[in-house]
């Protein structure tokens, strides 16, 4: 089965610095992996998606890699702002039907 | 908006309460999901429904029932709930199963006492 583990589960950084979120999951046959967004009191917003055949994904501030022989992908998030605080969480496809297996999320706090 | 509606956002309920959750959306998709999110705990896919037909019931217990009329709306009944049931209940959909990314709703915020 299918495991999505996401470490730290929370982190503080002060605004402007680089952030560095990290998944990782245990079986590398993926189709694809995203990362979401999730406001407090809120759903998920898909943030970027990257196939299995990718090794990265860029939109914005927002940069995403994955290396499927390590069962690792990581979300950089460039100059932070303290609206970038939300907690993020990553997904897993593990069949073509799309079924997604999440990790329980790290949740980000930038400080002003 | 994300184009996924969901009511109601808070529910209370007793353990002997019956009770629905309703989910529309309105982005013409044909696949719908329902998840679980327990607190310090990742997302639990529940069910899936693509063109109105249930394809997954991802060993969900009975007192939980889906209902999905349309590929528009989609609900979850809710009776005899324990403790271990509140949570966020999250509704999804996408253009059919298997297309990413997936649309979430809001959720609704379930508790039972």
């Known amino acids: 089965k299918q495991e999505v583990t996401q470490i730290p589960a929370a982190l503080s950084v002060p605004e402007g610095e680089n952030l560095v979120l990290n998944c990782s999951f245990t079986d590398s046959a993926i189709y694809n992996l995203q990362w979401f967004r999730q406001d407090p009191g809120k759903g998920l917003t898909s943030l970027l998606l990257i196939q299995s055949s990718q090794r990265e994904q860029t939109s914005g501030r927002l940069n995403a890699s994955l290396d499927k022989s390590s069962g690792r992908s990581t979300l950089y998030i460039a100059a932070s702002q303290p609206g970038d605080s939300a907690t993020y969480l990553c997904a897993a496809s593990t069949d073509s039907w799309g079924k997604l297996q999440f990790g329980a999320g790290t949740q980000v706090v930038v400080t002003p | 908006e994300t184009g996924v509606t969901q009511t109601p956002r808070h529910l209370v309920m007793g353990m002997t309460n019956k009770k629905s959750l309703k989910c529309e959306q309105h982005l013409g998709h044909n696949a719908m999901y329902w998840y679980k999110q327990s607190a310090k705990k990742p997302l639990e896919l529940m069910f899936v429904y693509n063109f109105k037909e249930q394809t997954e019931n991802n060993s969900v217990p009975s007192r939980f029932s889906p209902e999905c009329p349309n590929s528009s709306h989609l609900f979850l009944h809710l009776h005899t709930l324990q403790p271990e049931d509140s949570a966020l209940y999250l509704c999804?959909?996408?253009?059919?199963?298997?297309?990413?990314?997936?649309?979430f709703g809001d959720g609704t915020r379930l508790s039972i006492l």
């Open positions: 999804a959909s996408s253009q059919d199963r298997g297309r990413q990314p997936q649309h």
